[in-house]
């Protein structure tokens, strides 16, 4: 029983790189979420999924995209990596989006050089 | 930006005594949460107390809810080592059902 789980852990990129980060969960949740947390704030709401083929966007969605591929999955792309999108990135699930409790994963800590 | 603000930022106790920690927010409620994350972790929901409710509890843990004040506090009674982590809270808007995070306090409990 895994819950939910983001690939990779740890990534280096380089200005303007791309890359995709990796979230699935197993607890058949309806809604998903991404975050950022930077040093001394916060969680940070980038991107989120009420339910399966609808997002919407957070906060701070900025230079990010999301896919919900399907129930379980939920993907964050940066398309042109920041060196101000260094942070650590969490994936989130819960049942619905209201007066629910979220689960989630241990992190992916991304630097941008 | 930030609805949730904790107070204090840190706190340090000695093991068997008890925690309290507070959280404020500016606007209209569905529910407040309380996580704690672990140093290198994710986010782990502690308790989640409705707009309605004025007091729960969960083992250790007591969570008050003041509306009229828009305050929150966590209490953790009897803490032990592994109570060490930072504790959010975080409040669900009423407008959007988006949940809002706070900075965070971070407690130590010394053995």
């Known amino acids: 029983n895994a819950g939910v789980t983001q690939t990779p852990k740890f990534q280096v990129l380089k200005t303007g790189q791309s890359m995709t980060l990796q979230c699935a969960q197993d607890m058949n949740h309806n809604s998903m979420y991404w975050y950022r947390q930077d040093p001394g704030m916060g969680l940070r709401l980038i991107y989120y999924?009420?339910?399966?083929?609808?997002?919407d966007k957070g906060e701070v969605p900025n230079g990010y995209n999301v896919s919900r591929l399907n129930k379980r999955e939920f993907s964050l792309r940066l398309e042109s990596a920041a060196p101000s999108q260094t942070s650590v990135y969490f994936c989130a699930s819960s049942e619905g989006p209201l007066n629910q409790p979220q689960h989630f994963g241990d992190g992916t800590r991304l630097s941008i050089l | 930006s930030q609805q949730g603000e904790e107070d204090p930022q840190a706190l340090s106790i000695q093991e068997g005594e008890n925690a309290t920690m507070n959280c404020s927010y500016k606007t209209s409620i569905n529910n407040l949460q309380w996580y704690r994350q672990n140093s290198g972790r994710g986010l782990v929901h502690l308790i989640l107390?409705?707009?309605?409710?004025r007091e729960k509890h969960s083992g250790r843990l007591r969570v008050t809810l003041d509306t009229s004040k828009k305050s929150s506090s966590l209490l953790i009674t009897a803490s032990r080592a592994a109570d060490t982590a930072s504790y959010f809270c975080?409040?669900?808007?009423?407008?959007?059902?988006?949940?809002?995070f706070g900075a965070g306090t971070t407690v130590t409990v010394r053995a």
């Open positions: 975080a409040t669900e808007s009423s407008n959007d059902y988006k949940l809002s």
């Open positions: 999924s009420a339910s399966e083929g609808t997002t």
């Open positions: 107390i409705r707009s309605n409710e």
